[in-house]
């Protein structure tokens, strides 16, 4: 699990600073995480990696485990599959916010359900 968290750590750090040199190895980074564990071929765990640091880790915290309001993400690939986990981003139970259609876009959703089933 720590290897995984300082993957994540990395990623988002790489994806943060996009100057020209720094933005290719993101890219690398993002590619090699995403070619760890297989996901649908449209997904990126990587991408789903940086908007889950942006839009549910207030929430659900850093690394998934719970935080103030989220409960925790981690294992749950073990009671949801994808398919599941896509439903429930796209139109969540209060309190979590609703945020695709608009802020998240159908392939944002893919790419944060493939981050979840990774935690």
């Known amino acids: 699990m720590?290897?995984?968290?300082t993957l994540i750590a990395v990623l988002v750090l790489l994806a943060a600073t996009s100057g020209c040199?720094?933005?290719r190895k993101a890219?690398?980074?993002?590619a090699a995480y995403d070619d760890?564990?297989?996901?649908p071929a449209s997904a990126s765990a990587g991408r789903g990696a940086a908007i889950f640091?942006?839009?549910c880790a207030a929430c659900h915290g850093a690394q998934g485990a719970g935080g103030r309001i989220g409960p925790s993400l981690t294992g749950e690939r073990e009671r949801k599959d994808?398919?599941?986990v896509v439903a429930i981003i796209k139109d969540p139970e209060p309190p979590m916010p609703k945020l695709f259609p608009g802020e998240l876009s159908a392939q944002d959703v893919e790419d944060l359900a493939a981050y979840i089933e990774r935690l």
């Open 82 to 84: 994808l398919a599941s």
């Open 21 to 23: 040199g720094h933005h």
């Open 2 to 5: 720590d290897r995984r968290v």
């Open 27 to 30: 890219h690398a980074a993002i």
């Open 36 to 39: 760890a564990v297989p996901t």
């Open 53 to 55: 640091a942006q839009q």
